[in-house]
């Protein structure tokens, strides 16, 4: 992704009033609370206008995007798409699926080098041990960039809608005004091996979560689909 881009792919106009998240008493105390919001793309040759549902707490932290088809139910498994854009001095970033650190699906990105590429990495822990490959959850690379003061990814993830845990597994909530909670980490701390998404990476610099409805993210299945096929095409 170039750098015009880049610069649309971060700053396009948010088409939904944002609405406060609610603080937490699991949220460390130095974790700034953020709002939600709907994001929706602008089109781009033949790949359509996707709207997400946006989590934004400051420019000098990422900002997560979260999208699925509209026809998704809390009865089976769906694909569902990950946006992280982050700022440069955030080495790397990891989302919880589920709301924590552990028994949910983690995805986690850092950037690998300054050609532009992202490495992502599925992983899961039982504990608070820094998490293993997680092979119940596919990452699929949508794109990638970087500029001077920020890096991207986006992937498509099949597994992170439902899991199996040892909490009798969990789920994302598509109930309309049915809230989903999820979870993020940062690191200022340089990725030991930035080239292999199988690598370790640092313990965490800060964390925070956030609940919301996923009805900002939900997209006609017609739309969801011609955008992830067009765009990894």
């Not at 009865?75 to 798409?81: K, W």
Request: one cysteine or more.
């Amino acid at each position: 992704m170039h750098l015009p881009s880049l610069v649309a792919f971060f700053a396009a106009p948010l088409l939904a009033a944002s609405s406060p998240v609610t603080p937490s008493s699991e949220i460390e105390p130095r974790q700034v609370y953020g709002v939600t919001s709907k994001y929706c793309s602008t089109v781009s040759g033949n790949v359509p206008s996707l709207c997400f549902l946006q989590y934004y707490t400051s420019a000098t932290a990422p900002t997560y995007r979260i999208a699925l088809p509209s026809d998704a139910t809390n009865n089976a498994a769906y694909d569902t798409i990950l946006q992280i854009i982050s700022p440069v001095a955030q080495t790397w970033v990891g989302f919880a699926w589920g709301g924590g650190m552990t028994n949910n699906p983690l995805t986690v990105a850092w950037p690998n080098g300054n050609s532009g590429q992202v490495s992502v990495s599925s992983r899961w822990s039982a504990g608070r041990t820094t998490p293993g490959l997680y092979s119940g959850a596919t990452l699929r690379t949508l794109s990638t960039a970087r500029n001077s003061t920020h890096w991207t990814v986006e992937v498509v993830c099949t597994g992170c809608s439902r899991w199996n845990s040892q909490q009798n597994g969990g789920r994302l909530e598509t109930q309309s005004g049915s809230a989903s909670t999820f979870a993020w980490a940062i690191s200022r701390t340089a990725v030991p091996q930035p080239s292999n998404p199988s690598g370790s990476f640092p313990v965490h610099n800060n964390q925070g979560m956030f609940s919301n409805a996923l009805d900002f993210g939900k997209n006609a299945r017609a739309t969801f689909t011609q955008y992830v096929q067009n765009k990894r095409s």
